[in-house]
């Protein structure tokens, strides 16, 4: 299965998303991850704790969705509420698409720790829910089925 996760900067949800799901996912589950607006840089942060984590970090990059027409994914799960609200380009038609909404934990302020709890609850929830996505037993050409499987992953 091809996941592609949208946020709107691809710097810190999208990016996480993307490494968690390629790293739990291994060979079930091929993850990119991209933004309508990205901001070039992966946020230094997210690299930090995805390391912490043992997760890799190779080949992290922030870019646009405009590079994954390619791609063609089963499903594009937006991360933040303004991708969610932004309209997709026509090559995702065939694409499920479904929201995740996830806190953006780089735009906490607050103490060093308070920051560390914040990426690494949001590096569980992402965890939690790829975790999830592997014990979805559906087709991929069953869209309904799996839209609604990926909608309920993400209203957990």
């Avoid at 390629?22 to 840089?41: C, L, T, Y």
Wanted: net charge negative; with cysteine.
């Amino acid at each position: 299965m091809k996941v592609l996760f949208i946020c709107t900067h691809n710097r810190c949800r999208s990016i996480l998303s993307e490494a968690i799901t390629n790293h739990v996912g291994q060979d079930k589950i091929e993850a990119q991850s991209a933004g309508s607006q990205p901001v070039g840089e992966v946020h230094p942060l997210s690299i930090k704790y995805l390391q912490e984590a043992g997760i890799s970090t190779e080949g992290l990059i922030s870019q646009s969705w405009n590079e994954f027409e390619d791609f063609a994914p089963d499903v594009v799960i937006t991360v933040c509420d303004s991708a969610a609200g932004e309209s997709c380009p026509l090559w995702f038609g065939k694409s499920v698409k479904v929201h995740w909404g996830l806190a953006d934990p780089s735009k906490l302020t607050g103490s060093e720790e308070e920051i560390a709890q914040a990426f690494r609850g949001t590096i569980d929830e992402i965890t939690q829910r790829v975790n999830a996505m592997l014990s979805i037993n559906v087709n991929t050409q069953d869209q309904q089925a799996l839209r609604e499987a990926f909608k309920a992953i993400g209203a957990q």
